[in-house]
């Protein structure tokens, strides 16, 4: 008889032959998400870990650790529990991925370098689970949306699923993030509150003059608006296949009336026409709904 690893393990190599994406099961079957370029599988290699993820060539990891816990275990408990005194809290918060709620934390380790971690926890089925993104600094917002999107993957139902039938567009809304009223030249807005802090994510959508591909779109897009922003900076870019859709994204920031902004901002092309989702807030509060902010964007639907 095959063992259950080894159809798990056969199955994520046949979607590897597949897609650019991986679905990755659990030796125990009780978890299933996908893993996006660059990361690749690798086999667990300490007690508890579940899931081990890392980038050819780069020292980033994505890392799963689960165990049972007893019924009368809060997620808040988990949370508090995991939480080591070597850590350097930057900041944290709640999101709901795949009809579960989460909690999240941003946090470094500064040793003999500095550390920069994303860490994602949950409860299912008398079990804890503990992803977590692990990147030194200098490679942390390289590989950060990849990673982000394999977080929050897990497979399951959606909180809230959107139609814009004016648009003919679909997408996964997740909490905090509700729809917002669209301003003129918008064809979908969505906000989220939470801690006197708030994130906006924008759609709009661009008729092409000609067939483009997503990387000359975006290329465009930035010579002739992005780089006109006060104190433009570009912090990363890249481009993934995101359930057949290919996305071309950027992690930048830039200054308005003394205010340092950082925004995500993701660009898709159907035919002829190219659609930009831009997830703008505060430098300070970027972390706070970056996680339902990826979820969110990616699960765009034309």
Known sequence: MVSTKKVA??????????????????????????????????????????????VAGALSTIQIVSFEI?????????????????????????????????????????????????????????????????????????YLIPALLTLCSLKGPVWFNYTSEKYGYRMNVHQPFEPAQSEEGEIGSFIALQDKKAGYIQIVQEKLPRRMKVAEYAEFVEKNTLEKLEEYQLLSSGQNLVEGNEFFWRIFTFAQSGTVLKALQAHAVFDDVAITLTYLTTEQSFEQFLPAAVATVFSFKM
């Open 9 to 54: 393990l056969f199955f994520a190599f046949l979607v590897t032959a597949l897609f650019p994406q991986t679905l990755y099961i659990s030796p125990a079957m009780d978890l299933a998400l996908s893993v996006y370029e660059p990361f690749y599988i690798v086999e667990p290699m300490r007690p508890g870990e579940i899931g081990l993820f890392k």
């Open 70 to 142: 007893a019924p009368t275990v809060s997620l808040e408990q988990v949370f508090l529990a995991t939480r080591q005194d070597f850590m350097k809290e930057r900041s944290f918060g709640a999101v709901r991925i795949a009809n579960l709620n989460c909690l999240f934390r941003w946090f470094s380790i500064e040793t003999d370098r500095v550390v920069q971690s994303f860490q994602l926890i949950f409860l299912r089925a008398g079990k804890a689970y503990v992803m977590s993104y692990f990147a030194p600094e200098e490679e942390f917002h390289r």
